[in-house]
């Protein structure tokens, strides 16, 4: 069973593993791990350095946080944190790739503009600035989906969410995003870049 470390999940067992990332989470893995999560207007982020064949997930709420909060669940702190999680496992920045999926416009009405699409542009931009290659993505639409990333492969499947499971994604997602951002103390194992 893997070690659960807030704001993170590591997979350290020496078998095949399958961590599920939820809303502010972030996982990475150097042993053969399927990391899954499962979206409607958040987005996820898969990095995978090809030499050591490994990689990580995350799990974006909102593309920006309130001033002075520095949630995992907003744009920037869930990269960096994704970031430093691959890293902590020899990742080398420098030969990351990227997988981005997510982003729907589930929540029609809700905000103007939809949220996914803000989630969708955050993490272009970000990866763009710093030079990580986006190499796949499947970002926006109306349909919610199950993201499989495969850590010591790079493979991600994708499965659109039947309309049955779409309002629990939904009641999930508006549910988080009203909560206080959680009190939790990083230490001095993080840089940010």
């Not at 996982?27 to 987005?43: E, I, N």
């Not at 669940?73 to 994704?82: P, S, T």
């Amino acid at each position: 069973m893997p070690e659960a470390t807030p704001p993170s999940r590591r997979a350290r067992s020496s078998h095949w593993n399958r961590v599920t990332i939820y809303i502010g989470e972030v996982g990475a893995s150097q042993l053969p791990t399927v990391l899954d999560t499962l979206l409607g207007s958040c987005v996820a982020v898969c990095l995978y350095d090809p030499v050591l064949r490994m990689g990580g997930m995350n799990h974006i709420l909102l593309p920006s946080c309130r001033a002075g909060e520095t949630s995992p669940r907003c744009g920037v702190h869930a990269m960096e944190l994704l970031i430093n999680e691959v890293m902590k496992f020899g990742g080398d920045r420098k030969r990351l790739v990227a997988k981005a999926f997510g982003g729907a416009n589930v929540l029609e009405g809700i905000r103007v503009p939809p949220i996914g699409e803000g989630n969708a542009r955050f993490v272009r931009e970000f990866l763009a600035l710093e030079r990580i290659p986006l190499v796949a993505e499947r970002l926006g639409g109306t349909q919610a989906v199950h993201v499989y990333f495969h850590t010591d492969t790079g493979k991600v499947t994708v499965h659109t969410v039947d309309g049955s499971d779409l309002p629990n994604v939904i009641e999930e997602e508006r549910s988080y995003a009203k909560l206080p951002p959680p009190d939790r103390s990083f230490g001095d194992d993080i840089t940010l870049f």
